[in-house]
Nanobody, 124 residues
Framework: QVQLVESGGGLVQAGGSLRLSCVAS????????MGWFRQAPGMEREFVAA???????YYADSVKGRFTISRDNAKNTVYLQMNTLKPEDTAVYYC??????????????????WGQGTQVTVSS
């Protein structure tokens, strides 16, 4: 079992920045690929970014150039730095862990463990 706890969400004005953190516990963090997904009200959960155990990164087109995913294996933590935020980035953001990353980590079904989510609200 892997437990994931997200933090760092909040309310920010358009153009601002936030950094989300996700701390993992329970298994060897470095063996897992990690991903971030988000879900807005009335919408399906969508892929945001992923990072493999070898630190290869993948991004959704909608966030490329604005968001950066990174990991610190010594701290069992994955981060999502979000810059130039837009109102359409408003959603609950979820952290996820996968034993095997396939297809660039874009499919939610690839992930084995999920956090509870953290709310990000971007005002216009």
């Amino acid at each position: 079992q892997v437990q994931l706890v997200e933090s760092g969400g909040g309310l920010v004005q358009a153009g601002g920045s936030l950094r989300l953190s996700c701390v993992a516990s329970g298994r060897t963090f470095s063996n897992y690929a990690m991903g971030w997904f988000r879900q807005a009200p009335g919408m399906e959960r969508e892929f945001v970014a992923a990072i493999s155990w070898s630190v290869r990164t993948y991004y959704a087109d909608s966030v490329k150039g604005r968001f950066t995913i990174s990991r610190d294996n010594a701290k069992n933590t994955v981060y999502l730095q979000m810059n130039t935020l837009k109102p359409e980035d408003t959603a609950v953001y979820y952290c996820a862990a996968a034993r095997l990353l396939t297809g660039g980590g874009k499919e939610a079904s690839s992930y084995d463990y999920w956090g509870q989510g953290t709310q990000v609200t971007v005002s216009s």
